[in-house]
């Protein structure tokens, strides 16, 4: 890892993509793939950066081993997170609500006085429990409960809990960036998404524009970064892949990938890089 760009790449998020909140040691960021050593310190450094530039700053402290997954809560709380997530496990699987909820428990308690959300992504743990299911009696097990990163295309599933929440006790942030202007239409909160680090200017001018509202426009900025992910996708898009991508727009060296993933080609950074620039959007750019 490399600790040393973590300031230049706040300050581009801040200045440039105008993203002042941060989800740390998550997918795009690689977090299972790294050892607990370094997702502390990566932990430390984002809070240490972003200390009076940023509004929050997330940790992801989800792990297959219930007692690293507690040491990571126990050390976000004490670095000063703004809040924690976890994934369910996805060797050793829930089956069922109370599992899952169990295991969120043991984590949650661990850090008293954080937020705590649940990190929803299906496509990679395999974990399908709706979390319109996770959501009953959860907050009496998990006080600290405060919402859901939900990265899954079930918009049911989503616009259930969302009227559910009719207090607005939760957040529920969307995390499938190509469909995010469907979620908000429902009721999402706001998203987490890997396209933000690079397309976060355009994407707030897309919730500025839905929330006027002038729906034409916000679907002119959806209909645009859909067009672009369309094109990377049919490449092969993954986290290598979007590396590469916020590389070459922001200038950051984002470093290759840590195996099993390999490094973006050649051939695809060319090809993406064109079809980004290709894109005229509303705003000018």
């Known amino acids: 890892i490399n600790l040393s760009v973590i300031q230049q790449y706040v300050d581009y998020l801040v200045s440039e993509q105008n993203v002042k909140n941060i989800f740390v040691n998550g997918t795009t960021g690689e977090g ?11 932990a430390e450094e984002w809070v240490c950066q972003g200390k009076d530039k940023l509004d929050h700053v997330i940790v992801h402290v989800g792990a297959l081993s219930l007692p690293e997954s507690q040491e990571l809560a126990r050390h976000a709380a004490a670095i000063g997170a703004s809040g924690i997530a976890v994934i369910a496990p996805f060797f050793f699987k829930p089956t069922r609500k109370d599992e899952l909820i169990a295991f969120l428990q043991k984590v949650a308690s661990e850090a008293p006085a954080v937020p705590f959300y649940y990190y929803h992504i299906p496509s990679l743990t395999g974990v399908k429990i709706r979390v319109e299911e996770l959501l009953d009696g959860i907050k009496e097990r998990i006080p600290t409960f405060q919402g859901v990163k939900f990265s899954d295309r079930d918009l049911l599933d989503l616009a259930q809990c ?29 998203a987490v998404g890997s396209t933000y680090n690079y397309l976060g200017r355009k994407t707030n001018l897309m919730l500025q524009a839905f929330a006027k509202p002038d729906l034409a426009l916000a679907r002119k900025y959806q209909y645009l970064t859909g067009e672009f992910l369309n094109f990377v996708i049919k490449l092969g898009f993954g986290v290598a892949q979007t590396k590469a991508v916020m590389t070459f727009v922001s200038g950051i060296p984002m470093g290759p990938p840590r195996l099993p993933l390999v490094d973006a080609s050649e051939e695809f950074i060319i090809k993406a890089k064109a079809k980004l620039d290709s894109i005229v959007w509303p705003d000018g750019d």
């Open 162 to 190: 969302i009227h559910r929440n009719e207090r607005k006790q939760l957040a529920f942030l969307y995390g499938v960036d190509e469909q995010l202007l469907s979620a908000l239409a429902i009721g999402a909160d706001g």
């Open 32 to 42: 299972l793939s790294l050892n607990i050593q370094e997702r502390k310190q990566l």
